[in-house]
């Protein structure tokens, strides 16, 4: 009940790219300026007002 080595290594990559992932996205959130208009979203243009 040996498996392929390959299916070890593609085993193992998954494992590891599911956490990884996060991890820089984690790092990404956190330390990109993304500017402040993309979370701010108490301050609405004058266009949407008017289309109310």
Known sequence: ??????????????????PLTFMVANWVRKNVDHGEARFDTRERPESDEETK
Do not use: E, F, R
């Not at 040996?2 to 599911?18: K, P, Q, S």
């Open 1 to 18: 009940m040996i498996a392929d080595t390959a299916l070890w290594i593609a085993g193992l990559a998954i494992v590891l790219a599911v």
